[in-house]
């Protein structure tokens, strides 16, 4: 987003705002704006901004797991998630839409700052399918983190 | 005699007149020259590092632009890329 003064008089100050939206950038970022005027001698001048914008709340090896494996093998993933604010995080509720495909089972780290979120599929039979894990927290700034699930259940060999 | 003194006075305020005139006019001529003078656009700084940011928070900067030209400046555009 871009606010400015059109007009700034002989001798006079005028601004230009730059916004960018940290929902939008991860990591560090460097955006740029060109500036146009009437100035002959120089029409135009980049403006730059950068930073570095963490997430609140990371999750490792990202926001997706794959079940893949047989029946009658343990078929399970995990996901780590890591508050990085100072104040503490609590997981106040998880759930999910894969009916009775899947269990899970959240154990604490360190707790109130990292988690991990294992989940394990129980199907009876051969099964593709894929949902959505979702967990409820109580840090402001990400009250609720989606992962999801896919998983892939074959026969046993011969049966 | 009374007619000589009234066209001198004519012509001695007519000429006041006329110098009046020329004197607003250089005033207006020159204002005029000072506002079609050229702008000069001048950015002390161009780079701005935000400190470190969590997601959702709001990244704001606002440069300051000057113009030290004699001409009023236009700023055109501002195209973000």
């Given at each position: 987003v871009v ?9 006079g ?7 960018v ?14 500036i146009?005027?009437d100035?002959?001698?120089q029409?135009s ?18 926001g997706y797991?794959?079940?893949w494996?047989?029946i009658?093998?343990?078929?399970k993933?995990h996901v780590?998630?890591t ?12 759930w999910h ?18 988690y ?8 009876r039979s051969?099964a ?12 402001p ?9 896919s998983?892939?259940v074959?026969?046993?060999?011969g049966k | 005699?009374?007619t000589?003194?009234r066209?001198?006075?004519?012509k001695r305020?007519?000429r006041k ?8 006019f250089f ?5 005029f ?7 000069l656009?001048r950015?002390?700084?161009t ?8 997601e ?5 900067h606002?440069?300051?632009?000057f113009n ?6 236009h700023?055109?555009e501002?195209?973000?890329?």
């Amino acid at each position: 987003v871009v606010r400015y003064d059109r007009i700034i008089p002989p001798g006079g100050k005028g601004s230009i705002t730059l916004e960018v939206n940290s929902r939008t950038v991860r990591g560090k970022f460097e955006k740029k704006a060109m500036i146009w005027s009437d100035d002959a001698s120089q029409m135009s001048i980049a403006v730059y901004v950068r930073g570095e914008v963490q997430p609140n709340v990371e999750l490792t090896p990202g926001g997706y797991l794959s079940l893949w494996g047989t029946i009658g093998k343990t078929i399970k993933a995990h996901v780590d998630i890591t508050n990085n604010h100072k104040e503490p995080m609590r997981i106040t509720r998880v759930w999910h839409d894969m009916a009775s495909h899947v269990k899970w089972k959240l154990t604490p780290i360190h707790p109130g700052y990292a988690y991990r979120l294992t989940v394990t599929d129980q199907s009876r039979s051969p099964a593709e399918y894929i949902g959505h894990l979702w967990l409820e927290t109580d840090l402001p700034q990400e009250p609720e983190l989606t992962i999801i699930v896919s998983g892939t259940v074959h026969a046993e060999a011969g049966k | 005699m009374e007619t000589m003194m009234r066209n001198r006075n004519i012509k001695r305020n007519a000429r006041k007149i006329l110098l009046l005139w020329i004197f607003v006019f250089f005033l207006e001529s020159t204002r005029f020259a000072g506002a079609a003078g050229a702008p000069l656009i001048r950015i002390d700084q161009t780079i701005y590092t935000f400190p470190r940011a969590f997601e959702g928070e709001k990244l704001s900067h606002t440069f300051a632009v000057f113009n030290r030209g004699t001409g009023v400046l236009h700023i055109k555009e501002v195209r973000p890329s």
